[in-house]
């Protein structure tokens, strides 16, 4: 896409990728605006979305470029966090960032910017590399991703952080968040210890996680227990999948699957909402979990897990 011209909403988390996507968009004759999207954050726990906030706001001061605030908490409550937590509720293993990518960063800020008149949205995603995030995007609506630039989504982390010493920006030598989209710096085990509390660990436990004795392989809600095992998977080669959304249709062609967040792409074919692979998987599929589909290395769609 052309941007020259053209109203750029960048999606600025505070982070050095955002703030380098609005940097590249303004030198290519982009006219953008930053805006900070503020979630839905657990009462009572650590919290830095404020911190974030100022620093979005340092690189759009340096940027010199107008700067939004939109509050997607609503959106992040229902959306997200109850969605997690009703997922666990029911023994399947939720993906909250999968969630949060469709309602919130293409759902309410897509709104947002449409709103305000921007012909097209920006966020620092990565779409390939180490770092690679498309695995977190197969739900967003294809009319939507159509519309959704990633300035930086083929560049390696190295390259970024020299770009954001390049335009001097004041997050160019931050750390990188260790949190998830909505939970900051707060880990999903201490959120759900202080939901569900500790005596369950079916509850706090996920199929494939590593346990005492191994990896969790089966679990049980009612009896507050889990089934723990020395092999992650026991030759299984299909997995089912339900919700599916596809930028692209599958066809008896070979397509890759990748059923866990930086786990590997494996060979295989899809029929009638099942996921047939060439070999045993190596892991064992969590119920609730993204199956996500790529042709080459180009991401054509996905499901969430059924068994």
Same mark, same amino acid.
């Given at each position: 896409?052309?941007?020259? =011209?053209?109203?750029?909403?960048?999606?600025?988390?505070?982070?050095?990728?955002?703030?380098?996507?609005?940097?590249?968009?303004?030198?290519?004759?982009?006219?953008?605006?930053?805006?900070?999207?503020?979630?839905?954050?657990?009462?009572?726990?650590?919290?830095?979305? /404020?911190?974030?906030?100022?620093?979005?706001?340092?690189?759009?001061?340096?940027?010199?470029?107008?700067?939004?605030?939109?509050?997607?908490?609503?959106?992040?409550?229902?959306?997200?966090?109850?969605?997690?937590?009703?997922? !666990?509720?029911?023994?399947?293993?939720? #993906?909250?960032?999968?969630?949060?990518?469709?309602?919130?960063?293409?759902?309410?800020?897509?709104?947002?910017?449409?709103?305000? =008149?921007?012909? /097209?949205?920006?966020?620092?995603?990565?779409?390939?590399?180490?770092?690679?995030?498309?695995?977190?995007?197969?739900?967003?609506?294809?009319?939507?991703?159509?519309?959704?630039?990633?300035?930086?989504?083929?560049?390696?982390?190295?390259?970024?952080?020299?770009?954001?010493?390049?335009? #001097?920006?004041?997050?160019?030598?931050?750390?990188?968040?260790?949190?998830?989209?909505?939970? =900051?710096?707060?880990?999903?085990?201490?959120?759900?210890?202080?939901?569900?509390?500790?005596? #369950?660990?079916?509850?706090?436990?996920?199929?494939?996680?590593?346990?005492?004795?191994? !990896?969790?392989?089966?679990?049980?809600?009612?009896?507050?227990?889990?089934?723990?095992?020395?092999?992650?998977?026991?030759?299984?080669?299909?997995?089912?999948?339900?919700?599916? #959304?596809?930028?692209?249709?599958?066809?008896? /062609?070979?397509?890759?699957?990748? !059923?866990? !967040?930086?786990?590997?792409?494996?060979?295989?074919?899809?029929?009638?909402?099942?996921?047939?692979?060439?070999?045993?998987?190596? @892991?064992?599929?969590?119920?609730?979990?993204?199956?996500?589909?790529?042709?080459?290395? @180009?991401?054509?769609?996905?499901?969430?897990?059924?068994?």
């Amino acid at each position: 896409m052309d941007v020259r =011209g053209k109203k750029i909403f960048v999606g600025l988390s505070g982070g050095v990728d955002s703030a380098v996507s609005a940097a590249l968009l303004k030198q290519a004759g982009a006219l953008v605006t930053g805006v900070f999207i503020k979630g839905w954050y657990p009462p009572g726990m650590p919290c830095t979305w /404020a911190e974030e906030r100022r620093d979005a706001m340092r690189v759009a001061a340096r940027l010199r470029i107008p700067f939004l605030t939109l509050d997607a908490s609503a959106e992040y409550k229902k959306s997200v966090i109850d969605y997690l937590l009703s997922e !666990y509720r029911a023994g399947r293993t939720p #993906n909250p960032d999968v969630m949060c990518n469709r309602e919130v960063k293409f759902g309410a800020f897509y709104r947002f910017a449409k709103m305000h =008149g921007a012909d /097209a949205i920006a966020t620092g995603h990565y779409r390939a590399g180490e770092k690679d995030q498309s695995y977190f995007l197969w739900a967003v609506p294809k009319d939507i991703l159509a519309q959704a630039i990633f300035p930086v989504g083929n560049f390696e982390k190295e390259r970024v952080r020299a770009l954001a010493k390049k335009y #001097n920006l004041p997050v160019a030598e931050k750390r990188d968040s260790q949190g998830i989209c909505f939970l =900051g710096s707060v880990s999903v085990k201490e959120f759900l210890e202080q939901e569900f509390g500790t005596d #369950n660990p079916a509850l706090l436990y996920t199929i494939g996680q590593k346990a005492k004795g191994g !990896y969790v392989v089966a679990k049980d809600i009612e009896k507050k227990e889990i089934k723990v095992s020395k092999t992650r998977a026991e030759g299984a080669r299909e997995i089912g999948f339900t919700g599916a #959304n596809w930028f692209q249709e599958p066809d008896s /062609a070979q397509i890759f699957a990748q !059923y866990r !967040y930086r786990g590997p792409r494996i060979a295989g074919r899809v029929e009638e909402g099942r996921f047939i692979s060439e070999e045993s998987l190596l @892991e064992m599929p969590a119920p609730g979990q993204s199956i996500v589909f790529y042709r080459d290395s @180009e991401l054509i769609g996905g499901g969430s897990i059924t068994v």
